[in-house]
């Protein structure tokens, strides 16, 4: 990683461990991670507030069901999904170059992920955020609130408490937490379902082959400015 001012560098590194999978080695760093909300204090207070309940709360519960209600809720669901190109290209074959786009993205500025993990995992996301200048951190987000917005709009929906971990990251790109209309997720068998043959996949988000695609989320090479390396 490397050390530039940014919004709230400590606050989007809180809101990134969050957003993975919560672990013993999570639990052990609960106390440290309330800590460093309070004392950056980059979010309104209710959301501070919220925020260390959550923590709190995944730290003292029963660690099988935390695990269990983490893969549940963001395993389980499109509209909740944590891979920000699922919402945009669904399974199409339009999502490996984006992959390829954003991954080039970071190792430019001087991050290089670990084996296996996914460029466009929103806990990535905003680790790579936490080490832009003010200015690149909160473009690089309010590119993706749209998105953002819709997977709060999905967790507020579902009535979880993960939803303020999404309005923070609203928030820390001077956005508003609000939600959207959102089409209803359909049933896990359908989800899975084999899409029709020469008519696209049916994935949300995803466009037929004739229809224009999204554009990514990722900003042309000359509005990032490279740090140090990792």
Not at 2 to 17: D, G, I
Not at 202 to 227: D, F, L, N, T, W
Request: hydrophobic letters at 45%; one cysteine or more; glycine letters at 6%.
């Amino acid at each position: 990683m490397f050390n530039k001012p940014t919004p709230a560098p400590h606050s989007l590194r809180v809101l990134a461990a969050l957003l993975r999978y919560p672990d013993a080695e999570f639990r052990a760093a609960v106390p440290e991670l309330q800590q460093a909300l309070a004392a950056e204090a980059a979010l309104p207070p209710e959301r501070i507030a919220e925020l260390c309940a959550l923590l709190q709360r995944l730290h003292q519960s029963d660690p099988f069901t935390v695990e269990a209600d983490f893969v549940d809720l963001f395993d389980r669901g499109r509209g909740t999904a944590l891979h920000l190109f699922e919402h945009i290209h669904g399974d199409s074959r339009d999502r490996g170059p984006a992959m390829i786009d954003l991954l080039q993205t970071y190792e430019r500025a001087g991050l290089f992920l670990a084996p296996g993990e996914l460029p466009d995992h929103l806990a990535v996301v905003l680790e790579f955020a936490s080490t832009q200048p003010v200015r690149e951190a909160r473009g690089f987000l309010a590119e993706i609130a749209h998105i953002t917005r819709a997977i709060f709009s999905a967790l507020q929906r579902r009535q979880s408490a993960y939803a303020s971990v999404l309005a923070a990251v609203l928030e820390l790109a001077g956005e508003r937490a609000e939600r959207v209309d959102i089409p209803p997720e359909p049933e896990l068998d359908e989800a899975w379902a084999e899409p029709e043959a020469f008519g696209g996949c049916s994935s949300a988000g995803q466009s037929r082959p004739e229809q224009p695609q999204p554009i990514h989320i990722v900003r042309k090479q000359a509005a990032h400015q490279p740090g140090a390396s990792a």
